[in-house]
């Protein structure tokens, strides 16, 4: 076998693939959640060397199943409840599908046109559906990750704290950049890569019962920067931490930040897309303040295959004078005319793929209704398994729990904290050792909770209660180790 795919050959092994993927989800509760395989076990199924001469795709599929499937972890798997869900959903498949198939790298509008443009109207669909402020329309963009969001939310900030000296002269005095210990670790990260560096990132203080930015504290840390020579850049407040889906004061955050003259930026990631229900609005309170980035993850809890993240700014003038270059070799008639957006100059990559297609089939698939009902489910089934543990003496919650996370661990009578929380982690590894359900856990005043995150589009009443029926069986034999 050698040479180009013919078109006829794509239809026969497209057709295997759709069929291999249709049958992965009707079968996958077979499979156990988390792949089995010990470190280097996928690696060693491997030819150390590449073919040289090429082999059917028939070889391929057969490989699929024999050495990737073993170590693969299902994801998509109604026992499911780890990290946050990152949701696939059929239209989503097919909408990448459509986007690989077209193969278009979309840097300029003058390079793709449509990706271009369908970008800028999904993007609008999605703050119409979450009702974000009307300053954010026509200002969305799609980054890979919220990763990429912040840290382009960063480098705007940068250019408008400094009057675009970041970009001229790269750092050049102390730059400060504010979360709190519940804020994602992306951020630092972000403040690391932006030159900021760790030593820049301030702490903000939180409410030990809330987990919730402290906005007197953070005024406080503002102002003692500014005296002492800092050039404040950018504050974050997180709706839906990760580690509790804990929300900060957004308004009061915005109001600290409107005083300082300092960008906040609002990271959603998880918890955003939940506002496509009216009775979850809340979690928007503040943005129509003062808030000049806003970021929310399609790819976790909304039905779209990774990678899909939004990013809004409030004035776009920023984020591309800090991103802009156009060398020669890209420069056309439709950039000069001033007329289109380049997304180009929204994100840290020159090129881009049509990810707009899966999100709009998404839309389109499941329409405002469908993503609500699918939000609806998993803000339901949360609440059914917060209300048998908080009725179980044998162990506590986590009161907060408004979204599809819901925090918990075991009471362990007669065991001190450490043994506790010790026994816990046993309890986590033995569940999951189990393969019917995958939980991992956080640490919230220095003790151990397990997290139950629901949201597969798989993931039904039964299947929560067969977890948390599990949990318990496995809970009442003791803090074995
Ligand atoms: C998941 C998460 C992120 C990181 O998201 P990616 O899209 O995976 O980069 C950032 N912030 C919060 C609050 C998250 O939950």
């Known amino acids: 076998m050698s040479g180009h795919m013919t078109p006829e050959e794509f239809r026969r092994y497209g057709k295997q693939v ?35 001469r090429g082999e059917g795709f028939e070889g391929i599929l057969a490989d699929l199943d024999r050495v990737i499937m073993p170590g693969v972890t299902h994801w998509q798997h109604p ?5 946050f869900p ?20 979309g840097m300029l509008w003058a390079t793709g046109p449509a990706c271009t443009e ?46 675009g000296e970041a970009a001229r002269e790269g750092i050049t005095r102390r ?14 990260k972000a403040a690391r890569i932006a030159g900021i560096g760790s030593a820049g990132v301030r702490v903000v203080d939180v409410d030990p019962r809330t987990l919730a930015m402290d906005p007197a504290h953070l005024d406080a ?15 974050c407040a997180t709706v839906g931490t990760t580690s509790t889906t804990a929300v900060d004061p957004v308004a009061a955050i915005g109001e600290v930040c409107r005083r300082h003259g300092v960008w906040l930026h609002v990271d959603a990631a998880y918890a955003g897309v939940a506002a496509v229900c009216p009775e979850m609005r809340w979690i928007n309170d503040g943005l129509d303040g003062h808030a000049d980035s806003y970021a929310t993850d399609p790819h976790k809890w909304l039905l779209t295959n990774f990678d899909c993240s939004l990013l809004w700014t409030a004035d776009r003038a920023p984020m591309i004078g800090a991103l802009s270059i156009l060398p020669e070799y890209l420069r056309n008639q439709a950039t000069s005319s001033g007329e289109v957006i380049d997304y180009r100059d929204w994100q840290i990559p020159l090129g881009r793929r049509f990810r707009a297609l899966k999100l709009w089939s998404v839309i389109r698939w499941y ?10 489910t998993g803000v339901r089934l949360a609440r059914d398994l917060a209300s048998w543990i908080g009725a179980d003496p044998g162990f506590e919650l986590l009161d907060h729990h408004p979204f599809g996370l819901v925090c918990f661990r075991p009471r362990w009578e007669g065991l ?49 209660r067969a977890a948390w029926d599990r949990i318990r069986e496995e809970t009442d034999k003791g803090p074995a180790w």
């Open 416 to 464: 001190d904290d450490g043994e506790a929380d010790e026994a816990t982690l046993r309890l986590m590894e033995r569940l999951n050792a189990s393969g019917d359900l995958y939980l991992t856990h956080t640490k919230v005043g220095g003790r151990v909770l397990l997290r139950m995150a629901i949201g597969a589009p798989a993931t039904g009443d039964r299947h929560v």
């Open 86 to 105: 990152a949701n696939a959903s059929g239209p989503a498949i097919l909408g990448d599908l459509l986007s690989a198939g077209l193969g278009v790298q």
């Open 175 to 188: 730059h400060t950049l504010y979360i709190s210990s519940q804020t994602h670790s992306s951020l630092e």
């Open 79 to 83: 026992g499911f409840f780890a990290y």
């Open 221 to 235: 840390l503002l102002s003692e920067d500014r005296a002492a020579g800092m050039l404040p850049v950018m504050v």
């Open 118 to 163: 369908l970008e800028t109207r999904v993007a609008d669909w999605l703050a119409e559906l979450l009702d974000l402020p009307g300053r954010f329309r026509g200002n969305g963009v799609i980054q890979d990750s919220a990763s990429s969001a912040c840290l382009v939310a960063i480098l705007a900030a940068l250019h408008r704290a400094g009057g």
């Open 18 to 52: 759709i069929d291999w993927i249709a049958d992965y989800q009707q079968g996958i509760e077979s499979y156990p959640v988390q792949a089995r395989v010990r470190p280097g076990e996928v690696l060693a199924g491997l030819p150390e060397h590449p073919p040289e």
């Open 367 to 376: 329409g405002a209704e469908g993503l609500r009902e699918h939000i609806r």
